[in-house]
């Protein structure tokens, strides 16, 4: 409740911010401020989350991106189906069968803002998690999908749940219920609880596994399929940031090194300045 606190806090205190954007892009973007701030987040990536989702509407990134014609579809409560590279990946998977003979999943995550996702580990516990990473660690066969009775007022409370578990240890003993921890799955089903919205019949949270939502996009009944969508997000998203690496190089007249862009550090430096 604190994180949530402070949210209200800034809006009352600091209207000023962001002039000019309208209050549901100003709601977005700080929301997502608070959540890289007080969230564990991996310390190569915190300015890249600031040059995307920064709370300075100067911030020409910023303004690009909301005065983009090219709209990223993503929203919070959305979920990401994956099937991990890592050892445990497919035994967990496997395993689901017996609760769902289809499933493709081993773990899930559920999206925060455009290209941030929230989600449980062994190691992290409930941490953020950048798309790229994510892409980088799974199969190709991932699926997004979003409840079809998703609204801006639900988006909203989905927002305040996020922050709410934001930061909780990881259920390491998985269908035994536990109000202070969650495992991928449970912590998406708890999120949903939170803030009041119906999922999977009401399915107690921490028997809620990946299966459950890999039915759920094959059904399509109070789900729906949004990969396509998704993977053309993460197209533009890797252009935006790849174009902030190569300005660095632009301004300061550097040749662009090859095989590589422009590191997080000098990426910062070049907008700081």
């Not at 709410?164 to 495992?183: A, P, R, V």
């Not at 174009?243 to 910062?268: C, M």
Request: hydrophobic share 35%; proline share 3%.
């Amino acid at each position: 409740m604190r994180k949530v606190i402070y949210l209200l806090h800034i809006q009352k205190n600091d209207p000023e911010a962001y002039n000019g954007i309208e209050q549901n892009q100003f709601n977005y973007r700080l929301n997502t401020m608070i959540l890289t701030t007080h969230a564990k987040v991996d310390s190569e990536y915190e300015p890249i989350f600031s040059l995307l989702f920064g709370t300075n509407h100067n911030n020409d990134m910023i303004k690009k991106i909301l005065d983009s014609k090219e709209t990223i579809h993503m929203q919070a409560g959305d979920v990401l189906l994956v099937h991990g590279e890592n050892a445990l990946s497919k035994p967990i998977a496997k395993i689901q069968r017996v609760k769902y003979w289809r499933v493709r999943s081993s773990h899930v995550l559920i999206v925060v803002a455009e290209g941030i996702f929230l989600h449980a580990t062994g190691t992290d516990g409930v941490s953020l998690r950048f798309y790229r990473d994510e892409l980088n660690e799974i199969k190709t066969n991932w699926r997004m999908i979003r409840l079809k009775t998703m609204n801006k007022s639900k988006i909203d409370t989905l927002m305040q749940s996020i922050l709410y578990f934001n930061g909780q240890g990881y259920n390491k003993l998985f269908t035994l219920e536990n109000e202070d921890k969650s495992f991928c799955s449970e912590l998406v089903a708890k999120i949903y609880k939170h803030a009041g919205i119906k999922i999977l019949n009401n399915k107690p949270p921490h028997k809620v596994i990946p299966a459950d939502f890999d039915q759920e996009a094959d059904k399509h009944v109070e789900w729906k399929d949004i990969t396509i969508e998704t993977k053309n997000d993460f197209r533009l998203m890797d252009k935006e940031i790849k174009q902030y690496h190569l300005n660095y190089y632009n301004r300061k007249d550097f040749p662009v090194p090859l095989g590589r862009s422009a590191t997080v550090q000098e990426t910062i430096q070049y907008n700081m300045e």
